[in-house]
């Protein structure tokens, strides 16, 4: 059947005691399993997998590899397999879900391994024994979940805000498991369509997958005297370098230098479709402020230079180089600034909590609270999070050996961070840590410059809690889509962190910490075979605090003041025109950081769906069901197709390299 979806008019104008009881009466599946047994262990054994997997492909190429829609469709084919050969019944539709919540938890455990972590004991050149790393992972990802769900009503219930991956696997789910009805069918023979496409697509631009084929199964290297597979050039500006002579320039800086590449990138079409015209506007907007303008002025004043290495040779400049000397902050002031102006907004959100817990039971509409019973309590929030704070905290004190002072102050970060994140997972399924945790590393380092473990770790324990309850949120959004229990979707969250911390931390000892003669040295982390350049990234910051920070030019303080009026009025625009007006100051900011290439995709596919919609606005047509009607499924399809494919090169690349 067609999910359903409250309309953008009902979503400015109703409470969100009204909302939650249409969601109850129309979408909620209370009698329907979720949370089983099987889909449990299912969901444990195949996020040990995926998170093996993450833990490899991080390690040699950096890339951090999405599961979400990869476990969707594992999970169910396995499942449907069995049924077909009378071994077991079929997955229900909210076991798949709740099996997709705890196998992604697992893969979100990964990245501070192979960045923050790995990082720490190269610089301080000490081995942290396994059970302390378990520990402290599982706490700090535990306190993620409890900051996710007081958040959970605001952007999910409230809201309604897209999360594009989240919404992705939300249709994917319902194509897969409703689809004998016509609607239904016709929907999932879209997203099939759409898929298979993009996946020949991705596989024709895929070096690893390419040089499978044609050197491994075709031999063509032999015959032919190759030397590189021949693939399809995903960047299509490639084909203008290798024919001319003459680069375009902006103020004298090479357009690739500033990331200004034209990609054909299917996935961030489909990630444009999802977030709509207005949030793809915005990151736009920000892109073309910065690049265009703002870091070609800066170059040319030399505000933004490129760098001498240790070794002393020249980093030429790249976007990443920009972003991190410059553009970041503005960026993360416009970010910060419009996510606290939104959340401070409404600040119910928070005081609701304890306000039950004194015993409150006046609701937003009067009436009594239908989900009381199937929400994840708040008050476990209210309590949890001050309790695991304090063991996070001591953990990082105890194992790490940061001072018990800028553990507590680094806390009050967590909860930016994680605002910030959710925002930006809410409005593009990306999540801005790495940049971000740099906040805390210099705050940090300017408080002790001396013990790299005091910026290290507590950017490490901000980034872990924020990026869980992000993808906590970005998985809770299907659930809410079908019909789960966020109770339920809570508890497998928790399982899919012990998962991955059992097998990502003893898989980290294993390849990157083995022992020789009985002995484990932090040396052997970063190889010829594992370049570790997360960690590479996070040690250059530490480093560059240790040697003391000599501060930013005039320019980036007077944009970081520029940005934050600038955010400060967008925000008010957006709440007093209740949501109409058209710019979002967190997107705008996402727009600097992410590469410009993905900027304009997004605002490629966005816009495409907004012209079609425009054009075929009558129901019952043919186009109107493609591109109105099956708008989800067509993105949905553009994002699974891709990711898939693009996994199994990641791996081809590892495997066979």
Known sequence: MALLQLDEEQIRTWTRAQKDEWWFRNVYRGDMPQLTVRSAVTGFLLGGVLAATSLYIAARTGIGIGVGLTS???????????????????????????????????????PMLTSGLAAYMI??????????????????????????????????????????????????????????????????????????????YQFIISDGLMKLLQFTILRMNEWLGMKEPWVFHERLDSYYYAASTYVPRILGTDVRQLGLRLTLDLAMFGIGGLMGMAVAASCLLGMVINFVVLAPLMIQVGDIAPRISPTGATVPLSRAEIVNQWSLWWAVTMMVVGSLVGLFAKPEIFTGAFKKMLGGRRQAAGGRDLLKDIEFPLWISAVGIPVFSVLGAWATHEFFGVPWLLSFISLPLIFILTVICANAMALTSWTPTGSLAKITQ??????????????????????????????????????????????????????????????????????????VNGVRSPSTIISEQFAMPGAIQWKGVAELITKGLKGLPASAIISMAVAAITAIAIEVARIRTRGRFPLSAVAIGLGVILPPESTFGMFVGA???????????????????????????????LISGAALVGIANALVNVLIT
């Open 607 to 637: 816009l495409i769906f907004w012209i079609m919609k425009m054009r075929h606005p009558e129901p019952g047509t043919k186009a109107h069901d493609i591109w109105v009607e099956g708008m989800e499924p067509i993105c949905a399809g």
């Open 123 to 200: 610089v301080t050149n000490t081995v942290v024994p396994a059970w302390h790393l378990i520990v402290w992972t599982c706490v700090t990802s535990i306190l993620g979940v409890l900051v996710a769900f007081p958040m959970k009503r605001r952007f999910i219930n409230e809201e309604q805000m897209p999360f594009p991956e989240g919404r992705a696997s939300g249709v994917v789910l319902d194509a897969l498991y409703t689809g004998a009805a016509a609607a239904g069918m016709f929907k999932a023979k879209l997203l099939a369509i759409v898929a298979v496409g993009t996946a020949a």
């Open 442 to 515: 210099f705050t940090m380092g300017a408080i002790d410059r001396t013990n790299p473990a005091s910026n290290l770790i507590p950017a490490a324990m901000t980034s872990e809690v924020a990026a869980n309850a992000s993808n906590l949120l970005s998985d809770i959004k299907p659930g809410y889509m079908l019909g789960a229990k966020p109770r339920q979707q809570a508890v497998g969250h928790v399982i899919g962190i012990l998962a991955g911390s059992l097998v990502g931390v003893p898989l980290f000892f294993l390849l990157f910490l083995p022992e």
């Open 72 to 110: 969707v469709i594992l999970a169910f084919a396995l499942y449907r397999l069995l049924a077909q050969a009378g071994i077991a019944s079929d997955f229900t539709i909210l076991e798949n879900n709740c099996t997709q919540s705890i196998a992604t938890a697992a893969g979100y455990m990964i």
